[in-house]
């Protein structure tokens, strides 16, 4: 019988900057590179390292860590940062993954009292993704509750698949938040899945960022299936640490993450036996 070959995609793991929140950006790429992550994807917000080319591409060539992908500012708190008018963030985001040699550009669908920008969205971003190189991969959101009620933040929708883009980026925390069928949401992507947010969740209705394996996503399978599909965007590890107790176990928690990821990245596929495929 054959031994089983063992397939590793070239997709490449990333440290989300966002994931040792309260530390700083400059800590995420200490880290990321002393846990061996491939490169970090920076989640620019008030920190202002984040929002600085040339600080994000110091601390790039200090600790010998790629930035592979840029989280444009997209947050309620980061409604201020580079200016109000989100094209304007956009147009900044994609000139900073380009000085950094960043291959992606995430952003969030609007909110809905951004009307005009909500309105303009999907046929922007197509023009947008037509003036670059960079990958500008739409994140799926999910419904906001409180209570018994489900309130719909998010325009032209939370599920990015019901729209025409490009590319997608599928976020497991954010599937377990709506309580939606993760892979059935990564077939619907298909071929325009470019870009992952490895977290977890338990479904709870808030947005939990467990570290991969601690929820009741299928983290696992969708690794699997990306490494036998030959994937070749970025998985990038966005989980919550804030209740580490210290800088030990958060680090920790970012290795166990890591782990994960390689581990599952890897699969095992039996290539069929030609002795058994011959007839008598």
Same mark, same amino acid.
């Not at 009620?149 to 929708?157: G, I, K, S, V």
């Given at each position: 019988?054959? +031994?089983?070959?063992?397939? !590793? &995609?070239?997709?490449?793991?990333?440290?989300?900057?966002?994931?040792?929140? &309260? +530390?700083?950006?400059?800590?995420?790429?200490?880290?990321?590179?002393?846990?061996?992550?491939?490169? !970090?994807?920076?989640?620019?917000?008030?920190?202002? =390292?984040?929002?600085?080319?040339?600080?994000?591409?110091?601390?790039?060539?200090?600790?010998?860590?790629?930035?592979?992908?840029?989280?444009?500012?997209?947050?309620?708190?980061?409604?201020? =940062? *580079?200016?109000?008018?989100? *094209?304007?963030?956009?147009?900044? #985001?994609?000139?900073?993954?380009?000085?950094?040699?960043?291959?992606?550009?995430?952003?969030?669908?609007?909110?809905?009292?951004?009307?005009?920008?909500?309105?303009?969205?999907?046929?922007?971003?197509?023009?947008?993704?037509?003036?670059?190189?960079?990958?500008?991969?739409?994140?799926?959101? %999910?419904? *906001?509750? %409180?209570?018994?009620? +489900?309130?719909?933040?998010?325009? &032209?929708?939370?599920? !990015?698949?019901?729209?025409? %883009?490009?590319?997608?980026?599928?976020?497991?925390?954010?599937?377990?938040?709506?309580?939606?069928?993760?892979?059935?949401?990564?077939?619907?992507?298909?071929?325009?899945?470019?870009? !992952?947010?490895?977290?977890?969740?338990?479904?709870?209705?808030?947005?939990?960022?467990?570290?991969?394996?601690?929820?009741?996503?299928?983290?696992?399978?969708?690794?699997?299936?990306?490494?036998?599909?030959?994937?070749?965007?970025?998985?990038?590890?966005?989980?919550?640490?804030?209740?580490?107790?210290?800088?030990?176990?958060?680090?920790?928690?970012?290795?166990?993450?890591? #782990?994960?990821?390689?581990?599952?990245?890897?699969?095992?596929?039996?290539?069929?036996? &030609?002795?058994?495929?011959?007839?008598?």
């Amino acid at each position: 019988m054959a +031994e089983p070959t063992v397939r !590793v &995609p070239d997709a490449k793991v990333a440290l989300s900057t966002a994931s040792v929140y &309260p +530390e700083s950006t400059a800590t995420a790429f200490e880290i990321a590179a002393r846990l061996g992550y491939d490169g !970090v994807e920076v989640m620019v917000w008030t920190d202002p =390292v984040s929002q600085d080319i040339e600080a994000l591409r110091r601390l790039s060539d200090l600790h010998g860590v790629p930035v592979l992908a840029v989280h444009a500012p997209c947050l309620l708190i980061t409604q201020r =940062v *580079w200016t109000t008018d989100p *094209w304007t963030k956009l147009q900044r #985001a994609k000139a900073a993954a380009e000085r950094l040699g960043a291959s992606a550009v995430v952003v969030h669908p609007p909110f809905r009292w951004q009307r005009q920008y909500s309105r303009d969205f999907v046929n922007g971003i197509w023009r947008m993704a037509e003036e670059t190189d960079v990958r500008f991969a739409v994140e799926n959101m %999910y419904p *906001w509750r %409180y209570r018994d009620r +489900e309130l719909l933040a998010y325009a &032209p929708d939370w599920d !990015v698949t019901k729209h025409d %883009y490009r590319h997608f980026t599928v976020d497991l925390s954010h599937t377990a938040t709506a309580r939606t069928d993760a892979s059935a949401m990564i077939a619907r992507m298909g071929d325009r899945l470019a870009h !992952v947010h490895l977290a977890d969740g338990s479904g709870s209705g808030k947005d939990e960022h467990l570290v991969p394996g601690r929820g009741t996503q299928p983290c696992a399978k969708t690794l699997e299936d990306l490494a036998d599909s030959g994937f070749t965007g970025h998985v990038v590890i966005e989980v919550n640490t804030r209740r580490a107790m210290s800088n030990a176990e958060r680090e920790a928690d970012l290795a166990e993450a890591l #782990a994960f990821t390689r581990l599952h990245l890897a699969t095992s596929r039996r290539e069929p036996d &030609p002795q058994r495929a011959r007839k008598p």
